[in-house]
């Protein structure tokens, strides 16, 4: 087991953050956790679990040992009459896994196509875009338990998946396993026969465009891809974390009331009579699209993402975060809610 000492972490986070870790181990099994937690020096150490860092604020170096989950692995686990499963190392690309299931012929992620990230963080905030979530086609995950070394099978309702949420970001102090585990392996659910998710108002949009109104799953990853590249810097280009806040949920008279006074609110009805309202719009229309503080931005092209223009530390973007949230609250009475875990 090789222990890296003083790493820069600023190319594992897409944010592209300054920090350091005062110790990495790179995880490439079960093996690999189970031989960690036997070390006589680093067995008891503070753990602190690092995927594609697609999802992170880095504020300060980290002090606790930090795990670089790199389990590889793709494979197709069986093919039933209604659904195909398959199943991915911890430390592939989300956006490759997406592909890989393409090339198969197997649709049922394309709308998930481009998110960044690896396929073991995407339980952990139930990723989700254009009218899917992940816990839509998870099947079950492997983690292993970091006080025990035990590996452990968790399905859908033992996850707790809820909107950008699931048990892995919950505390212990609440039941959750926050700090507690590391994914090694995700299991997915593809349904068969395989039916298209279109209700998202961007892919009707396309169909319109295309006159293609019965596409095939490469054609809407085709879109997806397109819109999001349209919509979304590259983190190699310009440092981001994607959706930097959740889009937030009201009721039905709090959604009437917004509109009353702007009527141009960007919302979507929700099945339980709730109301989802479009975070980049409430942003925009505080006037941040293109504004900056310090080396911290809001990107020109949708206000929903937060940027490092090139020297931004963590504070920076913490406190342009704060501000946001400062703006919307004062205009509409709503409290935005970050994505990203700061650290």
């Not at 975070?279 to 900056?292: E, M, N, P, Q, R």
């Amino acid at each position: 087991m090789a222990v890296e000492s003083g790493v820069s972490l600023r190319t594992f986070n897409t944010f592209g953050l300054p920090a350091v870790a005062k110790s990495l181990v790179r995880i490439r099994s079960d093996a690999d956790v189970r031989r960690l937690l036997a070390h006589p020096e680093f067995g008891r150490a503070p753990k602190f679990v690092l995927g594609g860092g697609s999802n992170l604020v880095f504020t300060r170096d980290v002090q606790s040992l930090v795990l670089k989950v790199e389990v590889p692995g793709k494979r197709i686990v069986e093919v039933r009459t209604d659904a195909v499963i398959v199943e991915f190392g911890a430390g592939e690309s989300w956006h490759d896994a997406v592909m890989w299931t393409l090339s198969h012929g197997f649709g049922g992620l394309e709308n998930m196509a481009l998110i960044p990230g690896t396929v073991g963080a995407a339980p952990v905030q139930n990723i989700g875009a254009y009218g899917l979530e992940l816990k839509d086609r998870f099947d079950s995950l492997d983690a292993v338990d970091l006080v025990t070394g035990r590996t452990v099978t968790l399905s859908a309702p033992q996850c707790h998946f809820g909107y950008r949420d699931s048990v892995f970001k919950q505390p212990a102090s609440d039941g959750g396993l926050a700090g507690k585990s590391v994914i090694t392996r995700v299991r997915l659910r593809l349904p068969l026969p395989w039916l298209p998710t279109l209700g998202y108002l961007d892919l009707q949009r396309r169909m319109d465009e295309t006159g293609n109104h019965t596409p095939t799953p490469m054609e809407i990853a085709d879109w997806v891809i397109a819109i999001r590249r349209a919509k979304l810097p590259d983190p190699a280009v310009i440092g981001n974390a994607g959706s930097f806040f959740k889009n937030p949920v009201v009721s039905e008279a709090q959604c009437r009331d917004i509109i009353a006074r702007d009527p141009h609110l960007v919302h979507y009805a929700m099945p339980d009579g709730s109301f989802k309202l479009a975070a980049g719009w409430l942003i925009d229309a505080c006037g941040w699209k293109g504004k900056s503080i310090g080396g911290a931005g809001v990107y020109e092209k949708q206000a929903l993402v937060l940027v490092n223009r090139g020297s931004a530390t963590g504070g920076e973007v913490v406190t342009l975060a704060r501000a946001i949230q400062e703006s919307v609250y004062g205009r509409f009475g709503i409290r935005l809610e970050p994505e990203p875990v700061v650290i």
